[in-house]
């Protein structure tokens, strides 16, 4: 029997345009699907191409030459378990499965554990890019067993995004470490993709502009220091007209839905001790947004202030809001970083965080040119706890604050709700605060519970019986 080079697993828009991805790539493909349907229509739809369906997991993984090379592209959590569950009473030794849903980084350092157990490989491999990444190169996050990387190492060059000619494709380090690295990148994704909807509400409901001036602004932000794949879409999302010839956003629901992996980001800084301010609030504002019941009596029945701020210089506060995203997209960053950093030290992956960056650079939705910047100071530093103490970003954060202080101040006296730029200058003052009021916290915890408190003034540590 003709074997296939390659097998992909799962035919929804992921798997479907990335078995089409390696296919274009040269590789002859074995493609199975649960739903026999999904299988055909990618055959029917995609003639004279070098794949082959398959309707029963064994004749599919007895159609790949060994060592296997399996990709899994199906839902994320249970579906993905089951699938591997099944596939490993098929495959042989040295067979190595790449798994590129958003698996729960804790799921995928139990499954590669489990199966490396039993002498197969198992790649936990984010992947980035949505249906287009998926089909033309996405940005490729892989963890787990070198020697099978290495392996694979080939194929994940050619279907990854290209940056320059350089793949977006690097060895993250061991297990679980590559889904975490995917987690982080999707945390970073909602918080810019908040700060840009902020922004977006800021110059509708604050400025007046309507959807036409709001384009050109991004269109021309987009030439700047903030390009990037988010405002690139923003700029086109916000012309789009339906059927009716009337702009498609103003007839978007704002109910904002969520698959979860912000969610894990979140829970996971709690458990690191992470202050991960913006992402959580990214997360929180799209359960506000779900709220719409409560909201829409709130909103008849709680008051905001009266319009009573004025802006004379629109161009000049126009390129002040420009300055709050970029600023505030930094400090994304720079949360984001910052945690992987921990769990690098947690889990003993020995991330390179600039090989990390270099990967979002194409091909995934966080790319952007900020992130030259960020590689540039882990190069120069690779140790660093956190790039808001690196040249480049201090002096654009000093220079960009009092900015972002302006739009927020606007924004609170006209009751526009902005939570991620609050938390990004609440977090910056925080950190850049050598006496923070928590001494007070120390005092009343040492009060009611004898917790004990260090004093500033010499070493030690105290309890005070505070009620005579
Ligand atoms: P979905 O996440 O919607 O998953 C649908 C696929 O999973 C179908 O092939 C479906 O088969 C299969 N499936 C569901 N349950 C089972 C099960 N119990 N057993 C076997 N197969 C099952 O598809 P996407 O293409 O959107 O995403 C695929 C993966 O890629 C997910 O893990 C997702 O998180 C991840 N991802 C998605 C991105 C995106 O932009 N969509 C971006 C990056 C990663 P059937 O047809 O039989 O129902």
Known sequence: MFKQQVGVIGMATMGKNLALNIENKGYTVSIFNRTPKNTNEVIL???????????????????????????????????????????????????IIIDCGNTYYKNSIKINNKLNKMGFYYIGAGISGGEEGALKGPAIMPGGNLKAYKLILPILKKISALYKNEPCVNYIGKNGSGHYVKMIHNGIEYSNMQLISET???????????NKQINKIFENWNNGELNSYLIEITKNILIKKDKNKKYLIDAISDEANNKGTGKWMCKEALDLKEPLCLITQSVFIRYISNIKKQRLIASKNLIGPKKIYKIKNKINFIKKIQKSLYFSKIISYA????????????????????NIAKIFRSGCIIRAKLLQ?????????????????????????????????????FSIQLGIPTPVFNASITYYDSYRCSNLSTNLIQAQRDYFGAHTYKRVDKNGIYHTKWIK
């Open 373 to 409: 910047n960020i590689i540039n100071s882990y190069i120069k530093n690779p140790n660093i706890e956190n790039i808001l103490l690196t040249k480049y970003f201090i002096n654009i954060t000093n220079n960009y604050q009092n900015s972002l202080r302006d739009v927020i101040t």
């Open 45 to 95: 739809n995609n003639p004279n191409k070098n794949i082959k369906p398959y309707y029963t997991l064994q004749s599919f993984v007895n159609s790949i030459i060994q060592p296997r090379r399996i990709f899994i592209m199906v839902k994320s959590g249970k579906a993905t378990i089951e699938v591997i569950n099944c596939l490993i009473k098929f495959i042989n030794k040295k067979d």
């Open 335 to 354: 949360q984001g970083f910052s945690q992987l950093s921990k769990a690098s030290k947690k889990y003993k992956w020995n991330l390179n965080f600039s």
């Open 200 to 210: 977006y509400f800021i110059l509708k409901k604050g400025l007046n502009l309507n």
